[in-house]
């Protein structure tokens, strides 16, 4: 497997977040968000960790930017902080968070590196949240509002735009389970949180298409190739139920679907969350899709689960050969099934993996970090999606999740996923095997 075989069009990148890196947490004007203030409630995070620093990119961003040279990469995919831009989530506009994305981007382009820009990275302004959140039908306007602001202010410069990351992922540990900011429980948020996250995808991509014509827009989605526990009938509709959450709930109404009610009734209740004529907005021509995803889940029915009647058997009580330190099995074949499940729909557009990478523990031994058990999965991943790609399925890009051991959201900084090692006391940057490794198959083209 060398570079070439994947086509010269082929996008090669690395992706990041902006609350996960940036630090700063209050400087030049930021306001806060829903994330500095959940770090900040005992017991939300492991350790106690907070991101009140995190990596430092919002100073170290050159030297993170010469790393990515150093390795080759091309594409650099980030978010904006919104409440860095719009310290209340509206009205007044900070030009000083405004300019260090200028700077950042400029910097990007300088160094041969394209920016991919993902507006919505989980990181509500804290002020909006006090307002509803994403409960709140409003917040269509405040994404809308300072979409357009960042888009008439960068879009000369920055072509590439991603909507939200992974609506499933924040709306359900955000909005039902409480495990994500801002912490919020039960079904009477989730749907209306999810309602809008979906219609936000369709209003702020029509947005993006006046302001920047020449863009290429899309959106990203997590994904997990599901499986039934057994070939029992339970088990089997048990999967589909959860496939349906897990991987179809927000792609198939951008796609003009709608929401996958027949497979998972219970999402019927979103109904009572729409307006009139949402069905004509949820839809959305995207340019690309980003697909992101890591592992496989199993799925065994449940009578106790609400709603679902399903529950994922946890990779360890499976006995998998290797899981990540996430506990999630590694699994190469779920990539090539989720770019097949997607690549399925008769009008879904270019695809892209937008992350994909593991968290193990690293060891920083005589300046170096050996990360074989990372760099085996990264290789281990691209061979299935190079067999995607020879099959003739539409994958066009793959970015590895992440640049720098950053901030992991509630396990804190215990989950090292980076192609580069970060130590957070010194903020000392050191690119492991895995890095290496990547750099060098990026720059040789066989």
Request: with cysteine.
């Amino acid at each position: 497997m060398v570079r070439k075989d994947f086509g010269d069009d082929f996008k090669w990148g690395v992706s990041s977040a902006a609350f996960q890196t940036e630090g700063a947490c209050d400087a030049d004007g930021k306001g806060r968000s829903i994330w500095d203030t959940f770090t900040a409630r005992k017991g939300k995070i492991k350790n106690g960790h907070n991101a009140r620093e995190a990596c430092g990119f919002y100073r170290h961003y050159q030297e993170d930017i010469a790393l990515i040279r150093e390795m080759s990469i091309p594409n650099f995919r980030f978010s904006l902080s919104w409440s860095r831009i719009f310290p209340e989530g509206i009205g007044y506009c900070n030009t000083k968070g405004l300019d260090f994305y200028e700077r950042l981007i400029d910097h990007c382009l300088e160094q041969g590196i394209t920016p991919w820009v993902t507006l919505y990275h989980w990181d509500l302004p804290q002020a909006l949240q006090d307002r509803g959140g994403w409960t709140n039908r409003d917040i269509l306007d405040w994404l809308e509002e300072y979409s357009g602001c960042v888009a008439r202010h960068l879009g000369d410069r920055v072509k590439h735009w991603m909507v939200l990351n992974e609506p499933t992922v924040f709306t359900g540990a955000g909005y039902f389970f409480g495990l994500h900011a801002p912490g919020l429980t039960g079904i009477r948020n989730f749907f209306p949180a999810a309602h809008h996250a979906a219609l936000a995808m369709g209003r702020v991509g029509r947005l993006l298409r006046s302001e920047v014509p020449d863009a290429q827009i899309g959106s990203t989605f997590s994904c997990s190739s599901i499986h039934p526990a057994s070939e029992r009938p339970r088990d089997i509709a048990a999967a589909k139920r959860a496939d349906a959450l897990i991987n179809r709930m927000f792609i198939e109404p951008a796609l003009g679907m709608g929401y996958p009610t027949t497979d998972l009734k219970a999402l019927g209740g979103i109904e009572r969350c729409m307006m009139a004529g949402d069905d004509a907005l949820l839809p959305f021509d995207f340019d690309f899709v980003g697909i992101q995803c890591y592992t496989r889940e199993v799925v065994e029915y449940s009578f106790f689960v609400p709603y679902l009647q399903a529950r994922l058997v946890p990779a360890r009580k499976r006995k998998v050969p290797l899981v990540t330190a996430m506990g999630w099995e590694v699994y190469p074949d779920a990539i090539y099934e989720m770019i097949r499940k997607f690549s399925a729909y008769p009008n879904i557009p270019d695809l892209y993996i937008t992350e994909n990478g593991a968290a193990f523990p690293d060891d920083l031994v005589d300046g170096r970090v050996d990360d074989q058990l990372r760099l085996r999965y990264l290789q281990t991943h691209l061979e299935q999606v190079l067999r995607a790609k020879q099959e003739g399925l539409d994958v066009h890009g793959y970015f590895v999740w992440t640049l720098t051991d950053n901030f992991e959201w509630a396990e804190g900084y215990d989950a090292r996923f980076g192609l580069v090692h970060v130590d957070f006391e010194t903020q000392r940057r050191v690119i492991k095997a895995s890095g290496r490794w990547y750099g060098d198959f990026l720059a040789s083209h066989g």
